[in-house]
């Protein structure tokens, strides 16, 4: 990145003159623009939109005084850029821990600007299979639109948990962004509908009760469903060998 100082500075003295020095930290202006068919248009849409959903959905629970089944807690992070997000924060009694972020929309990804995009897996691996599985179905049951995506060269806060021995269910779920990190955009209706998803995990009953127990026996372990495969033909059985006498 490039910074251009305007004012007349033709040297290295010139510029420490008006206080300028290396290593200063550059605040840039996000320019905002809030258009009327719900297009939002700023810089740091990554994450301040983020920012905005999880305290649209904890104002929203407690205005309407929803109590939730268990403890949630809303953690903000400024260091996922760098890696070590969520790695020193969590307490031991949290079992699930959702990450919220933006899912770029771009030529070979499923995200879009409109409703919200649950990812599958990062580019640290696939994430919890029952946490994100009751996502996909709680937005089917409130009705909320959803798509789902992998991101390959991306990673969450979600991945520094897991790096630093949390154990903890992870999922991430991303409000579609156009030119990340860069002017982005995105739309009022996947933000809506992300606060919503929010909401309605928070307000949902626990599932999974043995996350409750730091340690336990296999009882009650989570399973995925299975059905036995069908044959498409029966067994092919070989003829015994004949030999001639």
Same mark, same amino acid.
């Given at each position: 990145?490039?910074?251009?100082?305007?004012?007349?500075?033709?040297?290295?003295?010139?510029?420490?003159?008006?206080?300028?020095?290396?290593?200063?930290?550059?605040?840039?202006?996000?320019?905002?623009?809030?258009?009327?068919?719900?297009? @939002?248009?700023?810089?740091?849409?990554?994450?301040?939109?983020?920012?905005?959903?999880?305290?649209?959905?904890?104002?929203?629970?407690?205005?309407?005084?929803?109590?939730?089944?268990?403890?949630?807690?809303?953690?903000?992070?400024?260091?996922?850029?760098?890696?070590?997000?969520?790695?020193?924060?969590?307490?031991?009694?949290?079992?699930?821990?959702? %990450?919220?972020?933006?899912?770029?929309?771009?030529?070979?990804?499923?995200?879009?600007?409109?409703?919200?995009?649950?990812?599958?897996?990062?580019?640290?691996?696939?994430?919890?299979?029952? @946490?994100?599985?009751?996502?996909?179905?709680?937005?089917?049951?409130?009705?909320?639109?959803?798509?789902?995506?992998?991101?390959?060269?991306?990673?969450?806060?979600?991945?520094?948990?897991?790096?630093?021995?949390?154990?903890?269910?992870?999922?991430?779920?991303?409000?579609?962004?156009?030119?990340?990190?860069?002017?982005?955009?995105?739309?009022?209706?996947?933000?809506?509908?992300?606060?919503?998803?929010?909401?309605?995990?928070?307000?949902?009953?626990?599932?999974?009760?043995?996350?409750?127990?730091?340690?336990?026996?296999?009882?009650?372990?989570?399973?995925?469903?299975?059905?036995?495969?069908?044959?498409?033909?029966?067994?092919?059985?070989?003829?015994?060998?004949?030999?001639? %006498?």
């Amino acid at each position: 990145m490039e910074l251009r100082i305007d004012a007349l500075v033709r040297s290295k003295a010139d510029c420490e003159k008006l206080g300028f020095s290396v290593g200063d930290f550059v605040s840039i202006d996000p320019q905002p623009e809030f258009l009327d068919n719900g297009f @939002l248009v700023s810089r740091h849409l990554d994450d301040k939109a983020g920012v905005a959903v999880m305290f649209a959905a904890l104002e929203a629970i407690l205005r309407e005084g929803v109590e939730l089944p268990v403890d949630g807690y809303w953690l903000f992070s400024i260091a996922e850029e760098i890696g070590v997000g969520a790695s020193s924060v969590l307490s031991s009694d949290i079992a699930s821990l959702v %990450a919220i972020d933006n899912g770029t929309a771009a030529p070979g990804q499923a995200s879009d600007e409109f409703g919200v995009t649950i990812s599958m897996a990062d580019q640290t691996g696939p994430f919890d299979y029952h @946490l994100t599985r009751k996502l996909i179905r709680l937005c089917r049951e409130n009705d909320i639109r959803y798509q789902q995506d992998v991101f390959r060269y991306y990673r969450s806060d979600s991945a520094s948990a897991i790096e630093a021995g949390e154990d903890v269910r992870t999922a991430l779920i991303t409000f579609g962004v156009d030119a990340s990190h860069g002017y982005e955009r995105t739309n009022i209706h996947a933000l809506r509908s992300l606060a919503e998803l929010v909401t309605a995990y928070l307000t949902s009953p626990v599932e999974i009760q043995r996350d409750a127990w730091e340690v336990s026996g296999i009882e009650g372990f989570t399973t995925q469903p299975m059905e036995e495969a069908k044959a498409a033909h029966e067994p092919v059985v070989p003829r015994p060998h004949r030999t001639d %006498a």
